[in-house]
C-alpha cells in the first residue's frame, strides 16, 4: 500500500499542483508514502535531516 502526501513538510503548506513537483519516497514495513514538496530546496533539506520533520508528517499518515 502506498499514500500520497502533498502538504511540504517543511513549510506545513497544501499543495495542489503536483505536476513536476520534486518528491521523496519514504518506505517501512507496512508501507510507502510518496512525500511532495514545493521545492527541491526544501526536498533536499528534509533529506538532509528527514528525523526532523517526521513526527508531524506521521501524525497526519496514521490520522
Do not use: C
Request: aromatic fraction near 10%; hydrophobic fraction near 25%.
Amino acid at each position: 500500500m502506498y499514500r500520497i502526501e502533498t502538504t511540504d513538510p517543511i513549510t506545513g503548506r497544501a499543495l495542489t499542483e503536483l505536476v513536476d513537483m520534486p518528491y521523496v519516497i519514504e518506505n517501512d514495513n507496512e508501507d510507502s508514502v510518496v512525500i511532495y514538496f514545493e521545492s527541491e530546496y526544501n526536498r533536499d533539506l528534509y533529506l538532509q535531516n528527514p528525523g526532523q520533520h517526521r513526527q508531524e508528517h506521521r501524525a497526519k499518515r496514521h490520522s
